[in-house]
Nanobody, 120 residues
Framework: QEQLVESGGGLVQAGGSLRLSCKAP???????????MGWYRQAPGKQREFVAQ???????VYADSMKGRSTISRDNSRKTIWLQMDNLRPEDTGVYYC???????????WGQGTQVTVSS
């Protein structure tokens, strides 16, 4: 079983919305709260890039391209994070990956990714 499991991707028209989810089924609560959780994406032919990150206290940071159009959130009791994306653009197309980085530096995990396709 994977450390991180993403879901929620799909095909949407420009201007639409998607909500991605990432669960950490193998982590216990006390482990999960020790991780900063984030989303990255990779478009065809491009490098993986940062989208957003949230720490265990709920403080978040966003890539400039996603500010004002996305919201990252987490529920530590459910060991889950979400990425709500609104007003999607064709350039948001790519595979979205969930990432968990331990605050202690002892763990760095990636999910298998979920495809987001935005049509014009």
């Amino acid at each position: 079983q994977e450390q991180l499991v993403e879901s929620g991707g799909g095909l949407v028209q420009a201007g639409g919305s998607l909500r991605l989810s990432c669960k950490a089924p193998r982590m216990i609560y006390s482990t999960f709260v020790g991780f900063n959780m984030g989303w990255y994406r990779q478009a065809p032919g491009k490098q993986r890039e940062f989208v957003a990150q949230i720490d265990s206290a709920g403080s978040s940071v966003y890539a400039d391209s996603m500010k004002g159009r996305s919201t990252i959130s987490r529920d530590n009791s459910r060991k889950t994070i979400w990425l709500q994306m609104d007003n999607l653009r064709p350039e948001d197309t790519g595979v979205y990956y969930c990432n968990a980085v331990s605050v202690s530096g002892k763990g760095d995990y990636w999910g298998q990714g979920t495809q987001v396709t935005v049509s014009s």
